[in-house]
């Protein structure tokens, strides 16, 4: 008999899974199913409308009649997946809260697995677990993306430890704030620390990770991949023309500005909302880190709208119109050489 089967049902903390729904009507039910059918029965479904325009909801109201454990949260305008996440927390009842995306999918022990390491290490403020993803539409699920290795299965690292880590992993997903079960209160701590009212379309993953990171003290370290992360041929990240573009290009900016200020917040003396000694962790420099992976991401999306801006053009000009605004900004150079060094892929 497992740890979660002898604990008394009156003392199971409660799971919330917070699945912003926006225009996902070909894969919610997925989604949905793989949350209801979890092993670990004591959890709560959260679907937080953020104003599409398929039958997403009408597929989640209908699932709502059949459980009562799901309740949908209504926003009264499209805020963009941050901010719909946030708004689907402060709904939340559980002790623990849990990021899917309406595309995605959870593995059924997900959620046992993740209180079974709380139960074991009650000091923890998330546990992370691996994920799979697809690398194109309709293709195999793949473990490329896998971040934590089988050595350091069930392991807790201290911040500084985990840090450290990350800042090592060629894999970057260990950034994204899906796969993880956090604690709540610890969740609303952290996104408390910065004002940001502006709906992201890109990058709110990295914000919300930088922003638990800063209240966290301890994280515990699950191998088993279980999330999949499905590659949407029509998701906003997949959608590339000149205004999405520019809009990417603006959201990075404000995530790089974003991180910058949690820098210079863990470096006052008069801040007092952390719980971390923060005289032996580095995560000043992690943030420098993260600003220069947030650049080069923003860099990306600024050569894909220049090639979009020069299509009309034979291929040869539109290379040199290319090249000229690379060698300009002097960022061809910082881009091999992040490559080189690995950091991140030039085919992001």
Not at 217 to 244: C, D, H, W
Request: charged fraction near 25%; hydrophobic fraction near 40%; charge should be positive.
């Amino acid at each position: 008999m497992g740890l979660i089967e002898k604990m008394d049902k009156t003392t199971k903390p409660k799971v919330s899974l917070i699945l912003p729904v926006f225009n996902k009507e070909k894969y919610i039910s997925h989604a949905i199913e793989s949350c209801i059918n979890q092993s670990y029965k004591n959890i709560e479904i959260i679907l937080v409308d953020d104003k599409g325009s398929d039958r997403s909801i009408e597929i989640a109201q209908e699932y709502a009649q059949r459980d009562s454990r799901i309740k949908i949260v209504y926003n009264h305008s499209n805020l963009k997946t941050y901010h719909s996440r946030i708004n689907g927390v402060k709904h939340a009842s559980g002790e623990y809260i849990m990021f899917v995306d309406a595309d995605d999918y959870l593995d059924l022990q997900a959620c046992e697995a993740c209180i079974e390491m709380f139960e074991k290490n009650k000091n923890l403020s998330f546990v992370m677990f691996n994920f799979n993803a697809q690398k194109e539409f309709n293709a195999q699920y793949c473990d490329d993306w896998h971040t934590i290795p089988q050595e350091l299965d069930k392991k807790v690292l201290g911040l500084q430890e985990f840090l450290g880590f990350c800042t090592n992993r060629e894999q970057g997903g260990w950034f994204n704030i899906v796969a993880k079960m956090i604690k709540k209160d610890l969740f609303l701590h952290g996104m408390q620390l910065l004002y940001n009212d502006t709906p992201l379309m890109m990058g709110e993953d990295i914000l919300e990770t930088m922003e638990l990171l800063f209240v966290s003290e301890y994280i515990g370290l699950l191998a088993k991949p279980m999330y999949f992360y499905r590659f949407n041929e029509v998701s906003s990240m997949n959608t590339r023309n000149q205004t999405t573009l520019l809009n990417m290009i603006k959201d990075l900016s404000i995530i790089q500005s974003k991180i910058k200020s949690l820098a210079r917040l863990w470096n006052t003396n008069d801040y007092g909302g952390g719980v971390i000694n923060k005289s032996y962790v580095r995560y000043t420099e992690f943030a420098r880190h993260m600003v220069l992976i947030v650049s080069t991401h923003k860099l990306h999306r600024r050569l894909e709208y220049e090639l979009l801006k020069y299509k009309p053009l034979p291929r040869n000009i539109r290379r040199c119109f290319t090249l000229k605004f690379l060698i300009k900004r002097k960022y061809y150079s910082v881009l091999i050489r992040l490559s080189k060094a690995n950091i991140i892929k030039t085919n992001t």
